[in-house]
């Protein structure tokens, strides 16, 4: 079965630091992209960070300096280290894989980061 789970997430005040982590399960192909959308209540799900089989990354340009993402292939994770968080970080952090010669997009079922004022 395949599955990507999701965790890190926590509640952490304005200006401190969390790493999310997500571990693929059954995906039998190369995995092309990995990395992180979010979704904020009443808002559409967005990209963070994603980062591809070359190592090339892609940043929002509100977490750009702030965020960090990498990945470990041999153990089919993918991280994200998130510094200096702010208010309108809050959002379920969603991971995102896409894999294989058909480009097939996997989700995670999201971990809640809320950072307090």
């Known amino acids: 079965q395949v599955r990507l789970v999701e965790s890190g997430g926590d509640l952490v005040q304005a200006g401190g630091s969390l790493k999310l982590s997500c571990t693929s399960f059954g995906i039998g192909f190369s995995i092309s992209a990995f990395g992180w959308y979010r979704q904020a209540p009443g808002k559409q799900r967005d990209l963070v960070a994603l980062?591809?089989?070359?190592?090339?990354?892609n940043y929002e340009d509100s977490v750009k300096g702030r965020f960090t993402i990498s990945r470990d292939v041999a153990k089919r994770q993918v991280y994200l280290q998130m510094n200096n968080l702010k208010p309108e970080d809050t959002a379920v952090y969603f991971c995102y894989a896409k894999a294989g010669r058909r480009q097939i997009e996997f989700w995670g079922q999201g971990t809640q980061v809320t950072v307090s004022s």
């Open positions: 980062i591809d089989s070359d190592e090339v990354t």
